[in-house]
């Protein structure tokens, strides 16, 4: 029995009484208050994953193309001719929902400097953003600062945003989700890794001055927001991209010398989770002087030092007889640095400050916090409205279609996307809103790199098993709508308090959700990032079950790049893959019949294996002009965004749709079921498509055509269900949020 002295939790600290007692057990004696601090951040959810990593190793995470995977600052994945590709997703959900402006930015700097960490050039930004309703000032508010702050930082850095999503739902009013992503290329010979291996190696801190403001940031992260977070502004990151721009070219250059051995960013835990993390990857220990880093304010004390999160910070292993070479380059680019210290034999991390030795204790010690077996249980209310009634289906489906059309989870994204630059540095092949993923070309190899990133809420709060797998099988589908071959993947997982049974439940179901799919169609799992706490404290209320899928994808030959709109009229139009009455968790249901009931749908690996082989295959031959997977707001809308996308019309036969068990038109064009593409093909090439589909499984039929006429059409035997022309879509899909944004200040 551990003795209640023992179990004692110090003042300030959030540890529980079983860590703090393990703490002290292992140490052998009482950690003084930097210490505890220290502890204190490396044991918090987001620092160590202590809820998650019982449930996350079960996804596989090796492949022919996986070079690093999960527990860097990066995965990464082989692209062949000497290239890879380097990827991380991280959430800054906490910081923006209480500041969303520097929330959003600082989000991007982080995430930059992990690609950076790694030794590759970082090309590409991604966000997959969250938000409660538009209806909502507070939301809008929220929506346009979160945007504005990604904009202003990645614009600056020189790194252009090119791919994304957004959904609304009133269980994110209180707590946004800002999920962000990088992307990176590098040569194979170039791969660096966050370790200290060398004992002698010297300790370098370069970039940005070190402050006051994100101390405890990622504790912060790790509880949830009540009507006290405006007090935890503090804890959230100023960011300088300006000093992110010369810190990019400054390391990669530094990287180049080859005298360094090991770098690692300064985000969540500050020098603390920098300098441990790095030990105890590497078996050895590190001695540091903190009264050489270099600081903006004033007499700050041991604690803050070791704790800030000041932005733009990077921590560097240098071979002794490169140091000045090393430190050379951060002068040429007006780098601040600070010489802190050196790698040692054994394993403590040991810092002094002002004559004292302020911290020494095992960096394995504190880098690897204990895990927590949580209980999971299924929420009774979820069996009830999977079993709910179907509501009835409204008279007029084309004013239900438009209507959905311009609703807020469907409707275009161009307004955010034009805030972004999505061109600089000349990569960029696929633009944002031109194809279910953007395409990035390898400038020295004819190939190219696509990527994509994709959520379904809805579903997962109805299903987070088949949720979770379908948005995962979603993601690999849009790459194959580009003509890429899918590589791998990382995950951001968005949860509420994990100490609640219930949503402990909705993330394990998730994650095995996850597995399914990922061990089914053989894309590994390569690194992620979980945040748990994402619930408002009054009302108990928690964000939908939101893990976000960031998936590459590499395409071997240029010619295979496949965009969504229609390219010719008399082309003909395929549906790929079954459609079903799974209508739970579809934006129909919820936005025109205001229904949040039903069996969402079922994720199937032998489907979307078919699905996914058909439509390479067909792409690879030359046969497909145009690709789309159905998706949110089903057939009817995936036409719709193809035909205003190509601005050209088309004719479709609903009859001819492949489908099982439908009952009602509705059904027919607004399921959600997944496994599903559309192909605009050349008439002469039906038959070769239709054959790749039998010969992979998959139910394919030419359901339609492409037609120079701006009329869309949907019939059914022989009358029009849907009938208006290509004006009344482009207004239904293209002004609805710029409205909804109007009177709102910038």
């Known amino acids: 029995m551990v003795s209640s002295k023992l179990r004692k939790v110090p003042e300030g600290v959030s540890l529980t009484s079983?860590?703090?007692?393990?703490?002290?057990?292992?140490?052998?004696?009482?950690?003084?208050?930097?210490?505890?601090?220290?502890f204190d951040i490396m044991y918090s959810?987001?620092?160590?994953?202590?809820?998650?990593?019982?449930?996350?190793?079960?996804?596989?995470?090796?492949?022919?193309?996986?070079?690093?995977?999960?527990?860097?600052?990066?995965?990464?994945?082989?692209?062949?001719?000497?290239?890879?590709?380097?990827?991380?997703?991280?959430?800054?959900?906490?910081?923006?929902?209480?500041?969303?402006?520097?929330?959003?930015?600082?989000?991007?700097?982080?995430?930059?400097?992990?690609?950076?960490?790694?030794?590759?050039?970082?090309?590409?930004l991604l966000d997959s953003l969250r938000f409660g309703s538009l209806q909502s000032p507070h939301s809008r508010w929220l929506f346009r600062y979160v945007v504005k702050g990604i904009a202003d930082y990645g614009n600056c850095i020189g790194v252009p945003t090119v791919a994304g999503e957004v959904e609304f739902d009133r269980s994110f009013e209180k707590n946004c989700l800002v999920n962000v992503a990088c992307v990176g290329i590098a040569k194979k010979e170039d791969i660096i890794l966050a370790e200290f291996k060398h004992p002698g190696d010297i300790i370098v801190l370069v970039g940005g001055s070190t402050g006051r403001d994100g101390i405890h940031g990622v504790t912060f992260a790790s509880k949830t927001l009540s009507e006290e977070s405006e007090a935890d502004r503090p804890a959230v990151q100023i960011g300088d991209p300006f000093m992110k721009k010369l810190l990019i070219e400054a390391v990669l250059e530094a990287l180049k010398t080859g005298f360094v051995s090991g770098v690692k960013d300064l985000g969540g835990g500050g020098l603390t989770c920098a300098t441990s993390e790095m030990s105890a990857k590497g078996g050895v220990g590190v001695e540091i002087n903190l009264d050489r880093v270099h600081v903006r304010e004033a007499?700050?004390?041991?604690?803050?030092?070791?704790?800030?999160?000041?932005?733009?910070?990077?921590?560097?292993?240098?071979?002794?007889?490169?140091?000045?070479?090393?430190?050379?380059?951060?002068?040429?680019?007006?780098?601040?640095?600070?010489?802190?210290?050196?790698?040692?034999?054994?394993?403590?991390?040991?810092?002094?400050?002002?004559?004292?030795?302020?911290?020494?204790?095992?960096?394995?010690?504190?880098?690897?916090?204990?895990?927590?077996?949580?209980?999971?249980?299924?929420?009774?209310?979820v069996q009830?409205?999977?079993?709910?009634?179907?509501?009835?289906?409204?008279?007029?489906?084309?004013?239900?279609?438009?209507?959905?059309?311009?609703?807020?989870?469907?409707?275009?994204?161009?307004?955010?996307?034009?805030?972004?630059?999505?061109?600089?540095?000349?990569?960029?092949?696929?633009?944002?809103?031109?194809?279910?993923?953007?395409?990035?070309?390898?400038?020295?190899?004819?190939?190219?790199?696509?990527?994509?990133?994709?959520?379904?809420?809805?579903?997962?709060?109805?299903?987070?098993?088949?949720?979770?797998a379908g948005a995962l099988a979603e993601a690999a589908r849009n790459l194959v709508c580009v003509g890429a071959e899918p590589l791998a993947y990382t995950d951001c997982c968005n949860f509420g308090n994990p100490e609640k049974p219930e949503v402990f439940w909705q993330f394990k179901q998730g994650i095995e959700g996850l597995a399914l799919m990922s061990k089914g169609l053989k894309i590994p799992c390569v690194g992620g990032n979980v945040s748990f706490y994402n619930e408002d404290e009054e009302t108990g209320l928690a964000v939908k079950p939101?893990?976000?899928?960031?998936?590459?994808?590499?395409?071997?030959?240029?010619?295979?790049?496949?965009?969504?709109?229609?390219?010719?009229?008399?082309?003909?139009?395929?549906?790929?893959?079954?459609?079903l009455p799974e209508m739970g968790g579809s934006e129909y249901y919820h936005e025109i019949l205001k229904f949040d009931g039903g069996e969402p749908p079922k994720a199937s690996v032998r489907k979307e294996k078919a699905t996914i082989k058909t439509v390479l295959k067909a792409i690879r031959k030359?046969?497909?002009?145009?690709?789309?997977?159905?998706?949110k707001g089903g057939l009817a809308a995936a036409l719709a965004v193809m035909?205003?996308?190509?601005?050209l019309g088309l004719n479709v036969n609903l009859e001819r749709i492949p489908s099982l068990k439908i009952g009602r038109l509705d059904e027919l064009l607004f399921s959600e079921s997944y496994a599903r593409v559309l192909l605009e093909v050349p008439k002469r090439k039906v038959e070769r498509v239709l054959k790749i589909a039998s010969k992979n499984g998959a139910s394919a039929s030419q359901i339609g055509e492409v037609s120079d006429?701006?009329?869309?059409?949907?019939?059914?035997?022989?009358?029009?269900?849907?009938?208006?022309?290509?004006?009344?879509?482009?207004?239904?899909?293209?002004?609805?949020?710029?409205?909804?944004?109007?009177?709102?200040?910038?």
């Open 18 to 38: 079983k860590e703090v007692a393990w703490i002290r057990r292992k140490l052998g004696r009482e950690p003084n208050p930097v210490e505890w601090g220290m």
């Open 45 to 124: 959810e987001h620092c160590s994953y202590k809820s998650s990593r019982p449930v996350l190793k079960i996804l596989p995470s090796k492949g022919p193309r996986v070079i690093v995977g999960p527990g860097y600052d990066s995965g990464i994945v082989d692209l062949g001719d000497g290239y890879v590709a380097a990827f991380k997703v991280e959430s800054h959900n906490h910081p923006s929902a209480i500041e969303p402006y520097n929330g959003a930015a600082t989000g991007i700097g982080g995430i930059v400097r992990d690609i950076l960490c790694v030794g590759a050039r970082p090309v590409a």
């Open 299 to 381: 007499e700050m004390n041991a604690y803050e030092l070791m704790l800030s999160e000041s932005q733009e910070r990077m921590l560097f292993a240098v071979k002794p007889e490169g140091l000045k070479t090393v430190l050379e380059v951060f002068e040429k680019y007006e780098i601040p640095y600070s010489v802190l210290g050196k790698v040692v034999e054994g394993g403590l991390l040991k810092a002094d400050f002002k004559g004292e030795t302020v911290v020494n204790v095992p960096a394995e010690l504190v880098a690897r916090a204990p895990v927590i077996r949580r209980k999971a249980r299924k929420p009774p209310a």
């Open 384 to 468: 009830e409205k999977l079993k709910a009634s179907k509501p009835s289906q409204p008279e007029n489906l084309q004013k239900a279609f438009l209507e959905l059309l311009s609703s807020q989870n469907i409707a275009s994204r161009e307004w955010v996307y034009r805030q972004y630059d999505h061109e600089v540095g000349v990569r960029t092949v696929v633009k944002p809103g031109d194809g279910d993923a953007a395409v990035l070309r390898l400038i020295d190899v004819p190939k190219a790199v696509a990527v994509t990133f994709d959520a379904n809420s809805r579903h997962s709060a109805l299903d987070p098993f088949n949720g979770h």
């Open 546 to 579: 939101t893990t976000t899928i960031v998936m590459v994808g590499l395409i071997e030959k240029l010619d295979h790049i496949t965009s969504m709109g229609l390219k010719e009229a008399g082309d003909a139009l395929i549906m790929v893959g079954t459609t």
């Open 622 to 631: 030359g046969f497909v002009k145009a690709a789309h997977d159905c998706s």
């Open 643 to 647: 035909a205003v996308k190509g601005k």
């Open 709 to 746: 006429r701006e009329a869309f059409t949907l019939k059914f035997k022989g009358k029009p269900v849907v009938d208006c022309s290509l004006s009344e879509l482009e207004e239904a899909w293209l002004t609805p949020l710029p409205k909804a944004l109007e009177g709102t200040p910038a």
